[in-house]
């Protein structure tokens, strides 16, 4: 009886993090979705982020990046109290807070990580040159 409850306390325990898993995975999706957009309207979108919030960016009529406002799925957004992004690299290079991560209309990006984190873990957004991204807190496989 014991081993039973203590299973099941185990299992009703929150998960501390459980916030960083789904924001990592959301982030994932969200940078493929926008470089299917991107191939899709053949115009290039990009990404960028500091601190606590990110955004995504277009292309207007002038070749001028402008911010995505208005826009359901790619909208301005902030990162739930106490997860914050520690690090943006393209290839090997760290980009600044508010750089931006561009993802081509025409095909294959640059290999790009982003990794945010809280106090209880970091994970990693990995974007590939296939377009894939995939999201894994530190020590663990890939999320689904």
């Given at each position: 009886?014991?081993?039973?409850?203590g299973?099941?306390?185990?299992?009703?325990?929150?998960?501390?993090?459980?916030?960083?898993?789904?924001?990592?995975?959301?982030?994932?999706?969200?940078?493929?979705n926008?470089?299917?957009?991107?191939?899709?309207?053949?115009?290039?979108?990009?990404?960028?982020?500091e601190?606590?919030?990110?955004?995504?960016?277009?292309?207007?009529?002038?070749?001028?990046?402008?911010?995505i406002?208005?826009?359901?799925?790619?909208?301005p957004?902030?990162?739930?109290?106490?997860?914050r992004?520690?690090?943006?690299?393209?290839?090997?290079?760290?980009?600044?807070?508010?750089?931006?991560?561009?993802?081509?209309?025409?095909?294959?990006?640059?290999?790009?990580?982003?990794?945010i984190?809280?106090?209880?873990?970091?994970?990693?957004?990995i974007?590939?040159?296939?377009?894939?991204?995939?999201a894994?807190?530190?020590?663990?496989?890939?999320?689904p």
């Amino acid at each position: 009886m014991g081993i039973a409850l203590g299973a099941t306390m185990v299992q009703l325990m929150p998960d501390n993090r459980a916030v960083l898993r789904q924001e990592s995975a959301r982030l994932a999706l969200l940078l493929e979705n926008a470089a299917l957009e991107a191939q899709a309207s053949g115009r290039p979108l990009a990404w960028s982020g500091e601190a606590s919030h990110y955004r995504f960016w277009k292309k207007n009529d002038y070749n001028d990046w402008v911010r995505i406002e208005d826009d359901t799925l790619f909208r301005p957004r902030e990162l739930p109290e106490g997860i914050r992004i520690s690090q943006i690299t393209v290839e090997a290079l760290t980009l600044k807070p508010g750089d931006k991560l561009s993802l081509s209309a025409h095909g294959f990006c640059l290999p790009y990580r982003i990794r945010i984190g809280n106090q209880y873990g970091n994970a990693s957004v990995i974007g590939k040159s296939t377009g894939e991204v995939n999201a894994s807190l530190d020590n663990q496989t890939t999320l689904p």
